[in-house]
């Protein structure tokens, strides 16, 4: 597993390991020692040696106990109460918002043995300066900003003081602790110290070292190559050592291997997105063997890519050891938990249809309740209920399921405090735990839910200080997001699939590292913190500069030992994303040696997968067996032109029987506004058929359609949404529309002769001919047939955009005619005109009333071959007939595949 510590390990006998306490990185790097240990032991039994990671030794020397940075907060808060005025003090929520940067700066002032007070003194200044508070007059917020720098060292002295008398401390004050008193810990343990694999060390660890070092105590193996330690940056901080450390002046330091220079196989893959990479890994992974596997390294530069790679790892790979733990907030359960805390963070009177929906419907909830959750979701879209009382939605729910409801209230009822609402949460937790008890995964992440919740409440009871759900939210995503779920494997089977921190000391035969980008490996230049950047530089406090060091130590050092690397980065600039190679890839370029071998590949041509596999589909018997079938039963004009637009929408809607889901509408779509104008001019109309209109009729009409049309707005929409907001705006429109409409029918009727033959009419023919293989049924719905004076007019009732030219077919368009979208609408004018060609006479037209342009009245189907003939006659129908039969045979055509077409 790692040459390294095998040639640490031979530098002791068997007594001197024993005698000697060995500090690593991580834990992980002590179990891999311990391992080397076992397998190089001979057959005599042995002791295992003390064997601690760099936080357990610091602990050890502080003789201090870590706390999070939760607990860290409520502390800081507790002393920022103490010292600031009643009257000036910010709410807890406020305070949690900045306090985490000003722990995080605390952290590092101790880390490096910052001399606290001269800097806060000089930090102040600065932030005089900046703000211009030498100025005669200063404003109120001016006053409160200089008030807050100047009572920072009060803030820190006083949190110190308190931590250290409750024996506690957050990591950075466990630090300069354990350097204070490293002469006091060494005398009491006078143990051989052996620190193995460290590398960017803090002032701290520098000076705890160093001590240790100079007074015989211990021993000092650095994990870098000679090529790096020379002139590369990885090598940067083991230089200064070298020229800065008393140890090294009678001494070199040395490197641990040349192996960086020796033969490797570089291969650089370009992939867009996340799940380009994952999918391209499991790719180069399912060519490995079981030998192969147990020796390679998966590498997640972002760890954020774990759960897409654990989807794509191909059935080659029987074990797999994550050493790295998955996040809580990458699992299934966080965003159920999330969804309950958005909802209950608003003041909620009535419950939003999304938001219920959103929660019965999640993948969590759903699968222990998919009947219950249909009948909710079926019941709300029947009514098209927008927004449900608390108890309407409980008396719902109970008469689905007492178990469905008693669930639905723990999510949705009113909670007085957050402790009652977290441990409802708890009770949620158990029930799952119940109904998943056959999922090992599952329970995984439920313990890990339930070990988040605990922790809030058992914090929450003793400081009484997480009073909102805002609050609890921010929390709960700080936690979840430094929360892991540790998955059981074999540290030393099968593949290992890590962090670049969990790599530390290790070393394989092979290595695939994902996320391999410019902002991701190195991070790049981010500021979290109060501390300017001169002011970092001027105290030798880390800035990106180093840290870009730190990252590019572990990625090189990670290069010396294996034969064979993969590195795969994204390509993708959407969002954040820069979609650039990281620096270290171009790096390793220019300073490659001789026999290192590096081929550019670009991914996307193995991940074909992604691609919409569904782009063109070839037509299989049992298709044209239900294509014809829906010919005989009858075929409307929309699903020709359907057709027409994008046969694959054709294939997915009428072969597949692919609808689009039903859901309920927050405002008045394009289909209800239609559908409310047509019934209500249906409703308004149907008693005058067969009569001419007269304007006594229209007149009287006028008067009462507005009650017709609530009516269709209550069928169609939802009565109560209609009397506020961009509904009620959405109503004035139908309403102004409508009564525009008849307006025009009164001026039309009061110097013509206007009857209605048939309104909303369900029309059917077949088209026989010897071109087609079976008889097919036109179908159609005709909004209207009507005769003005001496012409019998075809009309269809449009409430969006149409135009003349939309209507107009010349000899030069016939060719796409049933091709090109364009001609959709006067397509399905032709197709209402072949449905009515027994009642045509020698005056016939067709044509389109749209309620966006009234003033227009009827928009006519026009011929451009037969000006000023407007009518319909058997010549053009013929014509049209014979593009039909065409598209039916394409249509029916066994070897024209469904190819999509640009939308």
Same mark, same amino acid.
């Given at each position: 597993?790692?040459?390294?510590?095998?040639?640490?390990?031979?530098?002791?006998?068997?007594?001197?390991?024993?005698?000697?306490?060995?500090?690593?990185?991580?834990?992980?790097?002590?179990?891999?020692?311990?391992?080397?240990?076992?397998?190089?032991?001979?057959?005599?039994?042995?002791?295992?040696?003390?064997?601690?990671?760099?936080?357990?030794?610091?602990?050890?020397?502080?003789?201090?106990?870590?706390?999070?940075?939760?607990?860290?907060?409520?502390?800081?808060?507790?002393?920022?109460?103490?010292?600031?005025?009643?009257?000036?003090?910010?709410?807890?929520?406020?305070?949690?918002?900045?306090?985490?940067?000003?722990?995080?700066?605390?952290?590092?002032?101790?880390?490096?043995?910052?001399?606290?007070?001269?800097?806060?003194? $000089?930090?102040?200044?600065?932030?005089?300066?900046?703000?211009?508070?030498?100025?005669?007059?200063?404003?109120?917020?001016?006053?409160?900003?200089?008030?807050?720098?100047?009572?920072?060292?009060?803030?820190?002295?006083?949190?110190?003081?308190?931590?250290?008398?409750?024996?506690?401390?957050?990591?950075?004050?466990?630090?300069?602790?354990?350097?204070?008193?490293?002469?006091?810990?060494?005398?009491?343990?006078?143990?051989?110290?052996?620190?193995?694999?460290?590398?960017?060390?803090?002032?701290?660890?520098?000076?705890?070292?160093?001590?240790?070092?100079?007074?015989?105590?211990?021993?000092?193996?650095?994990?870098?190559?000679?090529?790096?330690?020379?002139? $590369?940056?990885?090598?940067?901080?083991?230089?200064?050592?070298?020229?800065?450390?008393?140890?090294?002046?009678?001494?070199?330091?040395?490197?641990?291997?040349?192996?960086?220079?020796?033969?490797?196989?570089?291969?650089?893959?370009?992939?867009?997105?996340?799940?380009?990479?994952?999918?391209?890994?499991?790719?180069?992974?399912?060519?490995?063997?079981?030998?192969?596997?147990?020796?390679?390294?998966?590498?997640?530069?972002?760890?954020?890519?774990?759960?897409?790679?654990?989807?794509?790892?191909?059935?080659?790979?029987?074990?797999?050891?994550?050493?790295?733990?998955?996040?809580?907030?990458?699992?299934?359960?966080?965003?159920?938990?999330?969804?309950?805390?958005?909802?209950?963070?608003?003041?909620?009177?009535?419950?939003?249809?999304?938001?219920?929906?959103?929660?019965?419907?999640?993948?969590?909830?759903?699968?222990?309740?998919?009947?219950?959750?249909?009948?909710?979701?079926?019941?709300?879209?029947?009514?098209?209920?927008?927004?449900?009382?608390?108890?309407?939605?409980?008396?719902?729910?109970?008469?689905?399921?007492?178990?469905?409801?008693? $669930?639905?209230?723990?999510?949705?009822?009113?909670?007085?405090?957050?402790?009652?609402?977290?441990?409802?949460?708890?009770?949620?937790?158990?029930?799952?735990?119940?109904?998943?008890?056959?999922?090992?995964?599952?329970?995984?992440?439920?313990?890990?839910?339930?070990?988040?919740?605990?922790?809030?409440?058992?914090?929450?009871?003793?400081?009484?200080?997480?009073?909102?759900?805002?609050?609890?939210?921010?929390?709960?995503?700080?936690?979840?997001?430094?929360?892991?779920?540790?998955?059981?494997?074999?540290?030393?089977?099968?593949?290992?699939?890590?962090?670049?921190?969990?790599?530390?000391?290790?070393?394989?035969?092979?290595?695939?590292?994902?996320?391999?980008?410019?902002?991701?490996?190195?991070?790049?230049?981010?500021?979290?913190?109060?501390?300017?950047?001169?002011?970092?530089?001027?105290?030798?406090?880390?800035?990106?500069?180093?840290?870009?060091?730190?990252?590019?130590?572990?990625?090189?050092?990670?290069?010396?030992?294996?034969?064979?690397?993969?590195?795969?980065?994204?390509?993708?600039?959407?969002?954040?994303?820069?979609?650039?190679?990281?620096?270290?890839?171009?790096?390793?370029?220019?300073?490659?040696?001789?026999?290192?071998?590096?081929?550019?590949?670009?991914?996307?041509?193995?991940?074909?997968?992604?691609?919409?596999?569904?782009?063109?589909?070839?037509?299989?018997?049992?298709?044209?067996?239900?294509?014809?079938?829906?010919?005989?039963?009858?075929?409307?004009?929309?699903?020709?032109?359907?057709?027409?637009?994008?046969?694959?929408?054709?294939?997915?809607?009428?072969?597949?029987?692919?609808?689009?889901?039903?859901?309920?509408?927050?405002?008045?779509?394009?289909?209800?506004?239609?559908?409310?104008?047509?019934?209500?001019?249906?409703?308004?109309?149907?008693?005058?058929?067969?009569?001419?209109?007269?304007?006594?009729?229209?007149?009287?009409?006028?008067?009462?359609?507005?009650?017709?049309?609530?009516?269709?707005?209550?069928?169609?929409?939802?009565?109560?949404?209609?009397?506020?907001?961009?509904?009620?705006?959405?109503?004035?429109?139908?309403?102004?529309?409508?009564?525009?409409?008849?307006?025009?029918?009164?001026?039309?009727?009061?110097?013509?002769?206007?009857?209605?033959?048939?309104?909303?009419?369900?029309?059917?023919?077949?088209?026989?001919?010897?071109?087609?293989?079976?008889?097919?049924?036109?179908?159609?719905?005709?909004?209207?047939?009507?005769?003005?004076?001496?012409?019998?007019?075809?009309?269809?009732?449009?409430?969006?955009?149409?135009?003349?030219?939309?209507?107009?077919?010349?000899?030069?368009?016939?060719?796409?005619?049933?091709?090109?979208?364009?001609?959709?609408?006067?397509?399905?004018?032709?197709?209402?005109?072949?449905?009515?060609?027994?009642?045509?006479?020698?005056?016939?037209?067709?044509?389109?009333?749209?309620?966006?342009?009234?003033?227009?009245?009827?928009?006519?189907?026009?011929?451009?071959?037969?000006?000023?003939?407007?009518?319909?006659?058997?010549?053009?129908?013929?014509?049209?007939?014979?593009?039909?039969?065409?598209?039916?045979?394409?249509?029916?055509?066994?070897?024209?595949?469904?190819?999509?077409?640009?939308?």
């Amino acid at each position: 597993m790692s040459q390294f510590l095998d040639d640490v390990i031979k530098q002791f006998d068997v007594n001197q390991l024993q005698e000697s306490c060995f500090v690593f990185p991580s834990r992980r790097s002590a179990n891999a020692f311990k391992r080397q240990m076992t397998q190089n032991a001979s057959e005599e039994a042995f002791i295992f040696p003390e064997m601690l990671s760099v936080e357990e030794f610091i602990a050890q020397a502080s003789g201090l106990n870590y706390i999070d940075s939760l607990e860290t907060v409520f502390q800081l808060y507790d002393v920022y109460r103490g010292q600031t005025p009643k009257d000036e003090q910010e709410s807890f929520e406020t305070f949690y918002n900045w306090s985490q940067t000003l722990i995080q700066d605390f952290n590092e002032l101790d880390r490096y043995l910052i001399d606290t007070a001269q800097f806060f003194n $000089h930090l102040k200044d600065i932030k005089d300066v900046e703000h211009w508070s030498k100025a005669t007059q200063k404003t109120q917020m001016v006053q409160n900003y200089l008030k807050f720098w100047e009572a920072l060292p009060g803030y820190y002295q006083t949190l110190r003081h308190q931590l250290l008398e409750q024996k506690k401390a957050y990591q950075g004050l466990a630090y300069r602790v354990a350097a204070e008193q490293i002469e006091t810990f060494a005398n009491k343990k006078p143990t051989k110290f052996v620190f193995v694999g460290l590398n960017a060390l803090n002032s701290a660890e520098i000076k705890i070292i160093r001590y240790l070092t100079e007074n015989k105590q211990a021993q000092v193996f650095w994990d870098i190559d000679c090529y790096l330690l020379k002139a $590369h940056k990885a090598g940067e901080f083991m230089r200064s050592y070298a020229r800065t450390w008393p140890l090294y002046r009678d001494q070199s330091l040395k490197a641990s291997t040349d192996n960086f220079s020796q033969a490797k196989d570089l291969f650089y893959y370009d992939v867009s997105k996340q799940i380009g990479q994952a999918k391209l890994v499991g790719q180069i992974l399912a060519q490995l063997s079981e030998k192969k596997l147990k020796k390679t390294a998966l590498v997640l530069g972002d760890e954020n890519l774990l759960q897409p790679i654990l989807n794509a790892l191909p059935d080659n790979v029987k074990k797999a050891n994550i050493t790295m733990g998955l996040a809580l907030s990458q699992t299934s359960f966080a965003s159920f938990f999330e969804h309950i805390l958005d909802w209950q963070k608003g003041e909620n009177h009535e419950i939003y249809h999304q938001d219920i929906i959103r929660i019965v419907s999640h993948p969590m909830f759903k699968t222990l309740y998919f009947e219950q959750q249909k009948k909710l979701q079926n019941y709300l879209l029947k009514a098209n209920q927008i927004y449900v009382s608390k108890e309407n939605l409980f008396v719902i729910a109970q008469s689905i399921s007492q178990d469905f409801e008693k $669930h639905l209230r723990l999510v949705f009822q009113t909670y007085n405090d957050v402790n009652t609402f977290l441990k409802s949460m708890l009770e949620l937790t158990y029930f799952f735990e119940k109904s998943y008890a056959d999922d090992d995964v599952r329970l995984l992440y439920l313990r890990g839910f339930q070990k988040v919740f605990t922790k809030i409440i058992t914090y929450n009871e003793t400081t009484e200080l997480i009073t909102t759900f805002k609050t609890l939210k921010q929390i709960y995503k700080d936690i979840l997001s430094q929360q892991t779920v540790d998955f059981i494997g074999d540290a030393y089977d099968g593949l290992q699939i890590m962090g670049m921190l969990e790599t530390r000391v290790l070393s394989f035969e092979r290595v695939i590292m994902t996320s391999v980008n410019e902002g991701v490996l190195p991070l790049g230049k981010t500021q979290n913190s109060y501390i300017p950047f001169d002011l970092k530089k001027q105290y030798n406090l880390p800035t990106y500069t180093e840290k870009d060091n730190v990252y590019a130590y572990h990625f090189f050092r990670l290069l010396q030992n294996p034969k064979e690397a993969h590195f795969v980065y994204n390509t993708d600039t959407e969002g954040m994303s820069k979609g650039e190679e990281s620096r270290f890839l171009k790096q390793l370029e220019y300073f490659k040696r001789p026999q290192h071998k590096i081929q550019h590949l670009t991914g996307a041509a193995d991940a074909t997968v992604l691609k919409d596999e569904l782009s063109k589909v070839e037509k299989t018997p049992e298709m044209l067996a239900i294509i014809k079938k829906r010919f005989e039963k009858g075929i409307s004009a929309s699903a020709l032109t359907t057709y027409i637009r994008n046969p694959l929408d054709f294939y997915k809607r009428y072969v597949l029987s692919i609808r689009e889901v039903e859901e309920i509408e927050d405002t008045v779509s394009y289909r209800v506004h239609g559908n409310v104008i047509h019934k209500t001019i249906e409703n308004i109309y149907k008693q005058y058929l067969n009569e001419i209109l007269s304007p006594q009729h229209l007149e009287r009409i006028l008067e009462t359609y507005e009650i017709e049309l609530q009516t269709q707005f209550a069928n169609e929409f939802n009565a109560e949404a209609i009397q506020s907001g961009i509904n009620l705006l959405n109503y004035q429109i139908a309403k102004q529309q409508t009564k525009r409409f008849l307006e025009q029918e009164l001026k039309i009727v009061e110097k013509n002769e206007l009857i209605l033959k048939s309104l909303e009419a369900h029309k059917e023919v077949y088209l026989e001919d010897d071109q087609l293989d079976l008889k097919v049924k036109l179908i159609g719905e005709i909004d209207r047939v009507d005769t003005l004076n001496d012409e019998l007019r075809i009309v269809d009732y449009k409430t969006g955009n149409v135009e003349q030219r939309q209507l107009t077919l010349g000899e030069d368009n016939w060719e796409d005619f049933t091709s090109d979208e364009k001609y959709s609408k006067a397509f399905q004018l032709l197709f209402y005109a072949l449905l009515c060609e027994e009642e045509l006479t020698e005056k016939s037209l067709v044509g389109i009333i749209t309620f966006k342009s009234l003033n227009a009245g009827l928009m006519e189907f026009k011929d451009k071959n037969k000006p000023p003939n407007r009518y319909i006659d058997t010549a053009l129908l013929e014509r049209f007939k014979g593009k039909l039969i065409a598209l039916i045979n394409e249509i029916l055509d066994p070897y024209e595949a469904f190819e999509e077409k640009e939308v």
